[in-house]
C-alpha cells in the first residue's frame, strides 16, 4: 500500500499596484476548502464588511476571517497612530497562534506588505513569524509595497501590474466585485 506523502508548506507573496491580490489568496483558500483544508486569513488594515466574510461564514469551519483594522479609512502617514499599531501586532500574534496550532492547513497575512509599508508592523517581526512556520503549513503574504526581505523568503511571488483600471474612470468599488 503506498504511504500517503506528507504536505510540504510554501511562503507565497501576491504583491504589485494592480487588483488581485487578495482575490487571489482567496480563490486558493476556496480551492483548500474544497478539499476539506482549513485556511485562516487574518486581514489587517481592513474592517469593513467585505464579500469574503460572508462566503466564509458559509464556508465554516473551513476558511476563517479575523480583521485587525479599525472602522473607517487608516490616513497612515510617517508617525502611525498608537491604536493602528497595537491592532497590527495583536493580530500578528492571532496569525502566529492560528499557525501553531496544527489547525489550518493555510495562512494568509492579507496587506501585511502594507502594515509593514506604513510601519504598523516592523519588517523583522513578520520574518520572525516565518521563522516558525510549520513544514506542512503554507503562508500567503499579499499586498502592495513587499519588502525585499519578504520576496527573497518566498518561494513563490507575483507580482499584480496595473495596466488599465475602471478605477481611473471614477468607478467605486463594487459589490460582489471589489467589496
Request: net charge positive; with cysteine; hydrophobic share 40%.
Amino acid at each position: 500500500m503506498e504511504e500517503k506523502r506528507k504536505f510540504k508548506g510554501y511562503i507565497q507573496v501576491y504583491t504589485g499596484n494592480g487588483k488581485g491580490k487578495t482575490t487571489a489568496a482567496l480563490g486558493l483558500a476556496l480551492r483548500a476548502a474544497g478539499h476539506k483544508q482549513r485556511v485562516y486569513i487574518g486581514q489587517f488594515l481592513k474592517a469593513h464588511l467585505y464579500g469574503e466574510l460572508l462566503s466564509a461564514k458559509i464556508l465554516a469551519p473551513c476558511i476563517t476571517i479575523e480583521q485587525f483594522g479599525r472602522s473607517g479609512f487608516i490616513h497612515v502617514t510617517k508617525d502611525p497612530d498608537e491604536e493602528d499599531i497595537q491592532r497590527a501586532q495583536k493580530g500578528l500574534k492571532k496569525c502566529l497562534n492560528a499557525m501553531l496550532s496544527k489547525k489550518y492547513r493555510i495562512i494568509v497575512l492579507d496587506e501585511i506588505n502594507v502594515a509593514v509599508y506604513f510601519k504598523l508592523l516592523v519588517e523583522k517581526e513578520v520574518l520572525e513569524f516565518l521563522d516558525q512556520k510549520p513544514e506542512e503549513v503554507e503562508v500567503i503574504l499579499t499586498g502592495r509595497y513587499a519588502p525585499a526581505s519578504f520576496l527573497k523568503r518566498a518561494d513563490l511571488v507575483t507580482e499584480m501590474k496595473e495596466k488599465k483600471h475602471y478605477y481611473r474612470k471614477g468607478v467605486k468599488a463594487r459589490e460582489g466585485i471589489e467589496k
